[in-house]
């Protein structure tokens, strides 16, 4: 640690308190994901929604949303400082939150659901500068990872959060809770988190330099490469999350115990996320993606069959064995394939991230859109979408993985 970032870190609030601060900044995201899941029927209903596949799209909207969001937030937080970025998004968040919250249509939901979205980015993108600036090496991983325990907890207890709300009130409550949490997140870090990205340090905020960063981003053909890639697997985890309540209330008919079956597949993202700290030191980033590909496609492939031969509906129990394989293979592809994406940034890092990111949410959403759409009252178009996403990620690795990893200047 340097001494400028050991100063800081005097100014800072405690450990404890930073990591509960950064926790629950960078929540906001997965919670306004997750919390949604056991609402859509009661919207669809309220805001007469014909065709159930259409509900998906107050899922998606936020991450396309989020996909111009960080491009914008990345270079402001750098140029006006990390609390600036942080409180602009959730200012938008906000106002997102409030839209969607009084909307008479499902139109004017998805609007307030994309601003909700581009709002979001500035809280996730900040909020990892604002640990980068204070901590490095060890101690930014010893940080990051009790960060990112938070973080892992959120999607296990999100849709039993939103279903409480729901029990006492309605759908609309539920934007009412985020405007009170993410308040409550901004008064915390105005009074009590010193900006931690001085005046001397920071860039300006000039579109013509973005814009050529950005150029270079995505010429590069690793970091453009993995990127993709993390879409398509983000992708087709997404397809899955859009469809979770149809899955498990509608197809297997499990009421309110949803939550609870949602969060322990969840758990098998999270036992992976930290089983990789681990594993990544030994084996390395690339042969545990093109692994972690691998047993996706054979986990998938394996209950796809399952699934044919019950009518599309495979039983519970292979569900969710199956399944906690499968998204473990996810959990284990999400933190190296954005990491192998980003070994080529450089000083461009910042921008960089930025554009990574947004790549993958684009195709992302693009995939799950698309999946979605094949709906069907089974699990054989997410399954299938899932294989095809395994298929053409394994090609593209495959084609890239041998290529230098030129750092971008």
């Known amino acids: 640690m340097t001494a400028s970032s050991q100063a800081r870190t005097k100014a800072s609030p405690p450990l404890a308190e930073f990591i509960a601060l950064v926790g629950l900044i960078s929540s906001l995201v997965a919670l306004s994901i997750d919390a949604m899941l056991p609402a859509l029927p009661q919207i669809a209903s309220d805001l007469g929604v014909q065709d159930m596949r259409q509900t998906q799209w107050v899922i998606t909207s936020l991450i396309f ?82 960060v ?51 005046v001397a340090n920071r860039r300006p905020f000039r579109v013509q330099a973005i814009w050529r960063t950005t150029v270079a981003v995505v010429h590069h053909p690793r970091v453009l490469g993995f990127s993709i890639t993390a879409g398509l697997i983000f992708g087709a985890l997404l397809s899955y999350v859009a469809s979770a309540q149809a899955i498990f ?3 297997y008919q499990l009421g309110e115990a949803f ?88 000083r461009m890092a910042g921008i960089g991230a930025a554009v990574v990111g947004s790549v993958s ?12 759409w094949f709906y069907n009252d089974t699990l054989l178009p997410i399954l299938l979408g899932i294989c095809v996403c395994s298929i053409a990620a394994l090609l593209i690795v495959g084609q890239i993985r041998n290529l230098p990893d030129t750092p971008l200047e």
């Not at 759908?171 to 988190?193: E, K, Y």
């Open 65 to 146: 949303g989020m996909s111009f969001g960080q491009l914008f937030f990345g270079p402001l937080s750098d140029s006006y400082g990390r609390k600036f970025g942080i409180l602009t998004g959730i200012l938008l968040f906000c106002l997102g939150s409030m839209l969607a919250m009084t909307a008479t249509s499902l139109p004017m939901l998805l609007v307030g659901r994309v601003l909700q979205g581009i709002g979001v980015a500035g809280p996730r993108i900040a909020s990892l500068a604002l640990v980068r600036d204070i901590y490095v090496g060890d101690a930014m991983a010893r940080v990051m990872s009790f």
């Open 361 to 372: 949410n684009v195709v992302a959403v693009l995939v799950s859109a698309l999946v979605g």
């Open 249 to 251: 209330q509608g197809i």
């Open 259 to 346: 939550p609870f079956y949602f969060g322990a597949l969840a758990f098998g993202i999270g036992v992976a996320s930290f089983a990789n700290s681990g594993l990544v030191v030994r084996f390395g980033a690339e042969r545990l993606t093109v692994t972690g590909l691998w047993g996706l496609l054979f986990f998938t492939t394996l209950l796809t069959l399952i699934a044919f031969v019950n009518q599309g509906i495979p039983p519970l129990w292979a569900f969710m064995g199956l399944g906690f394989l499968m998204f473990f293979c996810v959990g284990i592809l999400f933190g190296n394939l954005n990491a192998l994406a980003m070994v080529p940034l450089g």
């Open 148 to 198: 990112m325990m938070v973080f892992i907890m959120v999607p296990m207890v999100a849709p039993l959060v939103g279903q409480a709300v729901l029990l006492a009130f309605s759908w609309r409550a539920i934007f009412g809770l985020f405007i009170v949490l993410s308040t409550i997140a901004a008064l915390w870090l105005v009074i009590r988190q010193p900006e931690t990205l001085g």
